[in-house]
């Protein structure tokens, strides 16, 4: 059995806070654009898988969501559907070399993907650190 790192409940906790902030900010557009919801729902994504990670006594090599994505794939699998929101998600802020930084901007469109996503990763949250 492997002892689960210190603090994975306080990243679990963001998880459930920015999550809750995702669902609020799609009924304020006109403060919250694709943009913020964005955001807002790669950190809640975020906090869950190291929530994960952390309660099964690990952390991940890299927090793009396509590493993430790799991490979480060699605990149990993932729909093609998540995975190709999250990769898609990852496209849009390519930030980590300040020599080629690529910043899209989501549609409005994107933002129900954005939201089924961090429901999902809850999902993946709720079972995985409850059995760890």
């Not at 963001?14 to 943009?35: L, V, Y």
């Not at 991490?71 to 980590?96: A, W």
């Not at 996503?117 to 709720?126: I, P, R, S």
């Amino acid at each position: 059995m492997t002892l689960a790192l210190s603090d994975w409940e306080e990243f679990y906790r963001d998880g459930k806070s920015f999550h809750k902030r995702t669902r609020m900010s799609i009924n304020q557009s006109q403060i919250f654009t694709p943009t913020l919801i964005q955001n807002l729902a790669a950190m809640s994504i975020e906090k869950y898988f190291m929530a994960i990670f952390m309660s099964r006594g690990f952390l991940p090599r890299n927090h793009t969501m396509f590493d993430l994505v790799e991490e979480i794939k060699q605990i149990v699998p993932i729909s093609p559907t998540l995975e190709e929101t999250l990769l898609y998600m990852d496209s849009l802020q390519q930030i980590c070399s300040i020599d080629n930084i690529k910043i899209t901007s989501p549609k409005k469109e994107d933002v129900p993907q954005f939201l089924a996503a961090v429901d999902q990763v809850e999902f993946l949250a709720d079972t995985l650190c409850k059995s760890s």
